[in-house]
């Protein structure tokens, strides 16, 4: 990440929930929103809480017009497997999500001046870029 990218690159950037794990909730979002300032996107194994989604948007809204050519950010979270559990496998599962937090999911954020759309179903993200 120390490297600037070239007029034109994109960058994907993963981040494992052991990189978020113990950040509070206002370095989680500054992390992801430096990132995305730096036109990069970001695929974060694991999702923010609520509240720090809206911080993020919050955030990102009160950049755009201050910062010459950022539009925004796009993002989008995808939780599998949840919708076709029976009533025994969602209470394992909620015990197991308290107890590790949520690294089944996947979260994408991505400036919204590269990232073109953003299609999700229960079981995958399709991620359109803008040329």
Same mark, same amino acid.
């Given at each position: 990440?120390? $490297? ?6 994109? +960058? ?9 794990? $113990? ?6 979002? %500054? ?6 300032? $730096? @036109? ?5 194994? =694991? ?6 989604? +809206?911080?993020? *948007?919050?955030? +990102? ?6 910062? $010459? @050519?950022? %539009?925004?950010?796009?993002? &989008?979270?995808? @939780?599998? =497997? ?5 009533? *025994? ?5 909620? *015990?197991?999500?308290?107890?590790? =937090?949520?690294?089944?999911?996947? +979260?994408?954020?991505?400036? &919204? ?10 079981? %995958? ?7």
């Amino acid at each position: 990440m120390g $490297k600037k990218s070239k007029r034109g690159d994109i +960058t994907l950037s993963f981040i494992p929930y052991s990189d978020i794990e $113990k950040l509070d909730s206002v370095y989680r979002v %500054k992390k992801i929103l430096d990132m995305t300032l $730096k @036109n990069q996107i970001v695929i974060l194994q =694991g999702r923010l809480e609520p509240e720090e989604e +809206t911080s993020l *948007i919050q955030s +990102t809204m009160a950049l755009v017009g201050r910062i $010459k @050519n950022f %539009k925004g950010i796009e993002i &989008a979270v995808i @939780n599998p =497997g949840k919708e076709s559990q029976g009533f *025994i496998s969602k209470i394992k599962f909620g *015990i197991a999500r308290a107890l590790v =937090g949520q690294r089944d999911a996947l +979260t994408i954020v991505g400036p &919204a001046s590269l990232v073109k759309e953003i299609k999700r179903d229960p079981k %995958k993200i399709d991620l359109m870029l803008k040329r």
